[in-house]
């Protein structure tokens, strides 16, 4: 498969780039920025074409890997799927709900295959234990920290525009939500939100399988204090979701393996678009309450 990257920021350098060039069934074509000079640094560094025109890249692959914003992914993950193209994407899907489905839609109207890369869902020791939680019945609550120290350290994503536009709910809130939905099905409603220190919010779910969940989300945690903790309470025990000592690259190439044999078989994979849209839903639904609050 063909793929091209859209992006050329710390995640596309640091994760994207190198899984794209290590993984032995994708051919690496080229670079798309919306720097140009940052392109060409990138795609020189691994030895592919910097292309100053997005439609030029996507005639020449089969998919595209998106590293870019929300809003940016959204607007060109619907134009790649109407030429045709696969989609390897980044969480979260979009900014807004009706991005959201509109790339959810696109996908599906053009039958290509998508895969949106949440983190846990493809690390080896974490995608195992979600699913052997998943077949477990009994789930009584859930409690979620996804702590980060992104704007209270050095952290490369520090200047990220979007990141302190959104804050940690739309950032580290999915990766919570990619957890919790699989294990303990969809979230009925946000039952509370709350706003904690800094860009902190704390929300309470209620879910289709009967139990709830609550989630502390937060970008402004102190070094010392991050870390994420997933823990499960119900009739089989209590289990905590495993660290993994994996970095970025090995579950992103995963995630590529994903979009291959989506794109081979023809099924939708379960962290597709359609996926991501309802990952949207939820924050958007969280943001909304938060909102209230704060009038």
């Given at each position: 498969m063909r793929i091209g990257l859209l992006g050329t920021g710390p995640w596309a350098q640091m994760a994207h780039a190198p899984a794209l060039e290590e993984h032995g069934d994708l051919d690496f074509v080229g670079v798309w920025g919306r720097r140009p000079d940052a392109a060409k640094d990138l795609a020189g560094r691994h030895g592919v074409r910097a292309y100053d025109d997005v439609d030029a890249l996507l005639a020449d692959?089969?998919?595209?890997?998106?590293?870019?914003?929300?809003?940016?992914?959204?607007?060109?993950?619907?134009?790649?799927?109407?030429?045709?193209?696969?989609?390897?994407?980044?969480?979260?899907?979009?900014?807004?709900?009706?991005?959201?489905?509109?790339?959810?839609?696109?996908?599906?109207?053009?039958?290509v295959a998508s895969v949106v890369f949440f983190t846990s869902r493809f690390q080896t020791e974490t995608e195992t234990w979600i699913a052997e939680q998943a077949a477990e019945d009994g789930w009584f609550t859930a409690r979620a920290q996804w702590l980060g120290s992104v704007f209270t350290s050095d952290?490369?994503?520090?200047?990220?525009?979007?990141?302190?536009?959104?804050?940690?709910?739309?950032?580290?809130?999915?990766?919570?939500?990619?957890?919790l939905l699989p294990v303990l099905g969809d979230a009925l409603r946000v039952a509370a939100a709350a706003h904690g220190p800094g860009d902190?919010?704390?929300?309470?779910?209620?879910?289709?399988?009967?139990?709830?969940?609550?989630?502390?989300?937060?970008?402004?945690?102190?070094?010392?204090?991050?870390?994420?903790?997933?823990?499960?309470?119900?009739?089989?025990?209590?289990?905590?979701?495993?660290?993994?000592?994996?970095?970025?690259?090995?579950?992103?190439?995963?995630?590529?393996?994903?979009?291959?044999?989506?794109?081979?078989?023809?099924?939708?994979?379960?962290?597709?678009?359609?996926?991501g849209l309802r990952v949207t839903e939820i924050l958007a639904e969280a943001e909304g309450l938060?909102?209230?609050?704060e009038g």
């Open positions: 692959v089969d998919a595209v890997a998106v590293a870019l914003p929300p809003r940016v992914q959204a607007e060109l993950a619907v134009r790649a799927a109407r030429a045709g193209r696969h989609l390897l994407l980044d969480k979260p899907l979009a900014a807004t709900v009706d991005e959201a489905r509109a790339v959810a839609d696109a996908a599906r109207e053009a039958r952290s490369p994503f520090a200047a990220s525009a979007w990141r302190r536009e959104k804050g940690a709910l739309w950032d580290v809130g999915p990766h919570a939500l990619s957890v902190t919010v704390q929300l309470v779910l209620d879910h289709a399988g009967g139990a709830s969940s609550t989630l502390t989300l937060s970008l402004t945690a102190p070094p010392a204090a991050a870390g994420a903790d997933v823990e499960l309470r119900g009739a089989a025990g209590v289990t905590r979701l495993p660290r993994s000592p994996e970095g970025a690259v090995p579950p992103l190439m995963r995630a590529a393996d994903a979009l291959l044999s989506s794109a081979a078989t023809g099924r939708p994979h379960p962290c597709d678009a359609t996926f938060l909102g209230e609050r």
